[in-house]
């Protein structure tokens, strides 16, 4: 088992802890159809950049390298439209609950990836523990609001479940992809560029949706909702997830996608949405379980150090 980094497992904890509270703050601002999830959307990148450069001012000025901008460019594609967009979209076209059990499906993405870009080995604690933590996250979710919302008619549409798909793969890809690049520039540098091609791209979608928004109609709850989403759950995730990037391992990081579920039925339970169970606690100790086998895994860095010995 390589050296515990507390700083890499503590950055996505806290991430996807920040990001499973996100579902149910984000369903409370767009409750009133007053803004819609492109405004949503649109409203995170566009504060997101605008936070970036602010903070980039108070740090070293850094020159980045012409090919470092198209490559910063891909990486905004793959871990901000493609993902938010496509994930959006998505959500539009199919049930909550389709949308949640697919989400589950990004670690096994970002396992196969590392394997094919990065040669990590795919393990039998890799496989153990995705599955753990597969199934962990399924049990809160079929068990919770959202099979309820399934089962109250919801929609779903093989469209929309691709969609949702292809938002996960492209953040797996960024997670490979982008694992060594992330360390050539500070955080604010990356982040900045990334927002701003994000926002450059996202503008022609969201455009009329901008201008029909009531924006007088906003109540001080959603405009507490927004900062939530714009400062916390993506201005300080997207920080978070860079510190646990050059950290951790694609498919460790990955892992932790899994805590979402979590937090989203906790706070549910401390709203009086859901009730506690012996189920919660069983999916809970499966995620975490799964999260230990996938970082108690061999990298192929060890592999090697063995090899070599």
């Given at each position: 088992?390589?050296?515990?980094?507390?700083?890499?497992?503590?950055?996505?904890?806290?991430?996807?802890?920040?990001?499973?509270?996100?579902?149910?703050?984000?369903?409370?601002?767009?409750?009133?159809s007053?803004?819609?999830?492109?405004?949503?959307?649109?409203?995170?990148?566009?504060?997101a950049?605008?936070?970036?450069?602010?903070?980039?001012?108070?740090?070293?000025?850094?020159?980045?390298?012409?090919?470092?901008?198209?490559?910063?460019f891909?990486?905004?594609?793959?871990?901000?439209?493609?993902?938010?967009?496509?994930?959006?979209?998505?959500?539009?076209l199919?049930?909550?609950?389709?949308?949640?059990?697919?989400?589950?499906?990004?670690?096994l993405w970002?396992?196969?990836?590392?394997a094919?870009?990065?040669?990590?080995?795919?393990?039998?604690?890799?496989?153990?523990?995705?599955?753990?933590?597969?199934?962990g996250a399924?049990?809160?979710?079929l068990?919770?609001?959202?099979?309820?919302?399934?089962?109250?008619?919801?929609?779903?549409?093989?469209?929309?479940?691709?969609?949702?798909l292809?938002?996960?793969?492209?953040?797996?890809?960024?997670?490979?992809?982008?694992?060594?690049?992330v360390?050539?520039?500070?955080?604010?540098?990356?982040?900045?560029?990334?927002?701003?091609?994000?926002?450059?791209?996202?503008?022609?979608?969201?455009?009329?949706?901008?201008?029909?928004?009531?924006?007088?109609?906003?109540?001080?709850?959603?405009?507490?909702?927004?900062?939530?989403?714009?400062v916390?759950?993506?201005?300080?995730?997207?920080?978070?997830?860079?510190?646990?990037?050059?950290?951790?391992?694609?498919?460790?990081?990955?892992?932790?996608?899994?805590?979402?579920?979590?937090?989203?039925?906790?706070?549910?339970?401390?709203?009086?949405?859901?009730?506690?169970?012996?189920?919660?606690?069983?999916?809970?100790?499966?995620?975490?379980?799964g999260?230990?086998?996938?970082?108690?895994?061999?990298?192929?860095?060890?592999?090697?150090?063995?090899?070599?010995?």
């Amino acid at each position: 088992m390589e050296k515990f980094s507390w700083k890499g497992h503590g950055a996505m904890l806290a991430a996807n802890c920040i990001w499973g509270l996100m579902a149910p703050v984000a369903k409370i601002v767009m409750a009133g159809s007053i803004i819609t999830p492109l405004v949503l959307t649109d409203l995170r990148v566009f504060g997101a950049m605008v936070l970036f450069w602010v903070a980039s001012l108070f740090r070293k000025p850094e020159k980045v390298e012409p090919k470092d901008m198209v490559r910063l460019f891909v990486a905004s594609l793959l871990a901000i439209v493609f993902n938010q967009g496509l994930y959006v979209f998505g959500v539009s076209l199919t049930s909550p609950a389709d949308a949640s059990i697919i989400a589950t499906s990004m670690p096994l993405w970002a396992m196969i990836l590392a394997a094919f870009f990065l040669k990590e080995p795919i393990t039998g604690k890799k496989v153990g523990g995705i599955a753990f933590g597969a199934g962990g996250a399924l049990l809160l979710i079929l068990g919770g609001s959202h099979a309820a919302a399934a089962a109250s008619g919801s929609t779903t549409n093989v469209g929309g479940d691709l969609l949702i798909l292809f938002a996960q793969l492209s953040y797996a890809s960024y997670l490979v992809l982008f694992k060594n690049f992330v360390s050539k520039y500070s955080i604010f540098t990356i982040m900045k560029w990334m927002f701003t091609y994000a926002f450059i791209c996202l503008l022609p979608f969201s455009y009329h949706d901008l201008i029909a928004t009531d924006w007088a109609g906003l109540t001080w709850g959603n405009i507490g909702g927004i900062l939530y989403v714009v400062v916390l759950a993506t201005f300080l995730c997207y920080v978070l997830v860079v510190v646990g990037q050059k950290a951790l391992r694609p498919t460790v990081a990955g892992m932790y996608n899994y805590i979402q579920p979590i937090v989203s039925v906790t706070a549910s339970i401390y709203l009086g949405l859901d009730t506690f169970s012996f189920v919660k606690v069983l999916a809970v100790l499966l995620i975490f379980t799964g999260v230990w086998l996938v970082t108690a895994s061999k990298s192929r860095a060890q592999m090697e150090r063995e090899k070599a010995a």
